[in-house]
DNA sequence: GATCGATCTGAACACTGATAAGATCGTCAT
DNA sequence: ATGACGATCTTATCAGTGTTCAGATCGATC
């Protein structure tokens, strides 16, 4: 249902862009471009409430749109939700390949990376928790995997040089190893920290001032 | 609603054991364990489905009851997970606790609790990942935090004693740090396995296979 | 200018958790 | 022994969810 809609549906609002009003704004019967307005909407809602607060009628109400509305845009709320997983992989890409820049040593580029990991899932508690919820996301979705395994080869070439350094002959099971374990322990980290674990540990209450402060030294005593 | 109750259902139920059939089978107008069924029907369903499959009604089905019985023995849906979620740390901590035995270095200690952990999430994803939700759980329960902790407590005393072995001072802000390190990488390689990010390493179709072979290597080769 | 298809509505269906009034029955005091 | 009381369970109800489908609407194309 979606697949075909989809691109006559974009030309469309492309068209309509020209004229007055903004895109996502109710003009008539038709919205315009309630595509791009419901995931707006999605977006908000899974900010203000996380992703278990995420309801599909809540994001139709707040498009101004009837509960079928959706139907004709995304195959299900999982289809939605599965195209703001796919934005926040890429965005975590973007994230990743801004703190490899400008960093002299390969540990460096490691270390900036991890941090940049952690703050983009607090920046985006809801959506990146979402991103990792595989039960509200279309399991089989190829752009979703993709997106997914693009971010962490941000990561990958940054553990290649981080090796390479080290003199060693580069072994690539040895990197996918290394790979795996930053990334285990900055998603681990993460997800305890969002989780609510080391609440207790946060000095003044702020778990943000607790992360900036261990995590990076943490970090650096691991990979030094 | 729950408290006063407890008690004398838990006398109550003490008493009918001595009485002909199992306890958590339907006798009659009432139950006789109904508090002790619904956990167990609980943990069935988290087996089977998973946390997101999980549905209060359904345990109530599976009970012999109807839906409005659980409302009696625990305060809400959260109520009866947050239970369950109780009984998870507690033998969270017995695993990590045998791991801890019968190792001669205190390095191949943190490495059997590490994979003891991880082996935890394998043997029962649902409870695990329930575990983590709090979204799920009752947010302010003292006997859910004090499990948490009492699990980690665990690894705290391991690697206290691995930091001892290094020959440098004890330092209790170290030991936090080296505690967070590990947990969060044994806590965020599980997450990402049961996530299934991994499933395209595992070698032929295993991921438990992949989880044998690799993990003991990452950690060892993170931790020496 | 008529037609066709994309888009949206509104009502249904089958679920969910929670709640409250009433039925049932064990237990304990009289 | 006999009430009465309170714990337990049923039943019905409420508000909410995702999904589906017949029909209304309207833009674009022929």
């Known amino acids: 249902m979606e697949s075909k809609h989809c691109i006559d549906g974009i030309i469309a609002a492309l068209k309509k862009k020209a004229r007055p009003g903004r895109a996502g704004e109710r003009r008539g019967y038709h919205h315009g471009d309630l595509r791009a307005a419901l995931i707006r909407a ?105 997106a997914g395994k693009t971010a962490m080869k941000e990561l990958e070439e940054t553990v290649r040089l981080y090796r390479a350094g080290q003199g060693r002959p580069v072994d690539d099971a040895e990197v996918m190893r290394l790979c795996l374990a930053i990334w285990s322990m900055v998603h681990g980290f993460l997800q305890l920290t969002l989780d609510g674990k080391f609440t207790a540990l946060a000095p003044n209450g702020s778990i943000d001032a607790f992360v900036v402060s261990e995590l990076p030294t943490i970090i650096k005593a691991t990979w030094p």
Chains 1, 2 share one sequence.
């Open 42 to 146: 999605a977006e908000e809602l899974l900010a203000e409430r996380g992703a278990e607060g995420f309801s599909l009628r809540e994001v139709a109400r707040r498009a101004g749109v009837s509960p079928g509305a959706p139907a004709h845009h995304f195959s299900s709320a999982a289809g939605l939700l599965t195209e703001i997983a796919i934005s926040g992989f890429d965005q975590l890409a973007i994230d990743l390949q801004r703190a490899a820049e400008g960093n002299v040593s390969p540990a460096e580029r490691l270390q900036a990376q991890g941090i940049a990991y952690v703050r983009y899932g607090l920046k985006q508690p809801g959506r990146f928790q979402l991103m990792f919820r595989h039960d509200l996301l279309l399991p089989d979705d190829d752009r979703l995997h993709v």
